[in-house]
């Protein structure tokens, strides 16, 4: 059993370690996702740089391959103990991707946002945890992003309506009765999403965070570009 699980989770490092907003803005506009804006490859980066269709197709892709990884566990009799580090797996391998670690000897930065949608999600088709788990981050992060919008007329910043959603997942799955590891899972994934998202925090008490919608006219960054900061993510 402990090998099956040992596989189990090496196999969804791998699946979380596929860079699909990479992949998706090399292949249509060839361009390196990861030399502009945030130097991620997460659906928020994609959408500043590749545009709203990438953006979003980014998002399903990688809300997609966790939510397969947590379902297909589930599905294949696994403990919930089991697919909980599974689920973290594949977080783990959208941060830190070994496929740009074996070609170019640097990680990947991805925040695993979308990756946690396709958890939460997953765990609740799974009947690992209650559905409001999985709804009420979700709806947190659509008001706080299109609240400014229809009310303002503009876009906010993104990265405190991520990072107040993440914080959600754990605190509805305790006030939801959620205990064990999908508990500890769902404050894992909250402590992940958080301290990849340190440069946005510096970002935000520097006053530099651009908002939704804003492009970094200055074009790629190169590594001399770079801050301290930055340079040591890559």
């Not at 993440?166 to 205990?179: F, H, Q």
């Not at 990849?196 to 590594?223: C, K, S, Y």
Request: charged content about 15%.
């Amino acid at each position: 059993m402990a090998l099956q699980v040992a596989l189990l989770c090496v196999l969804a490092y791998l699946v979380g370690s596929i860079p699909c907003g990479y992949l998706l803005v090399r292949s249509a506009r060839g361009l390196d996702v990861r030399e502009f804006g945030s130097h991620n490859v997460g659906a928020i980066n994609v959408f500043r740089v590749g545009g709203r269709w990438l953006g979003i197709a980014t998002l399903l892709a990688d809300a997609g391959k966790a939510f397969v990884v947590v379902t297909g566990a589930s599905a294949l009799g696994f403990a919930a103990w089991a697919v909980c580090l599974a689920a973290f797996a594949v977080m783990l391998g959208h941060s830190l991707s070994v496929w740009f670690l074996l070609a170019e000897r640097r990680l990947s930065e991805g925040k695993s946002v979308a990756c946690c949608l396709g958890v939460v999600t997953g765990l609740a088709v799974a009947g690992l945890w209650p559905w409001q788990v999985a709804v009420a981050p979700p709806a947190l992060w659509l008001l706080g992003l299109l609240g400014p919008r229809l009310v303002l007329g503009h876009w906010e910043r993104i990265s405190p309506v991520t990072m107040t959603a993440i914080i959600s997942v754990p605190v509805t799955a305790e006030l939801s009765g959620v205990r064990g590891p999908c508990l500890l899972l769902a404050v894992a994934m909250a402590v992940l999403v958080l301290a990849r998202h340190r440069n946005n925090i510096v970002r935000l008490l520097r006053g530099t965070e651009p908002r939704l919608g804003e492009r970094h006219a200055a074009g790629p960054l190169t590594p001399a570009s770079r801050s301290p900061e930055e340079a040591q993510q890559t």
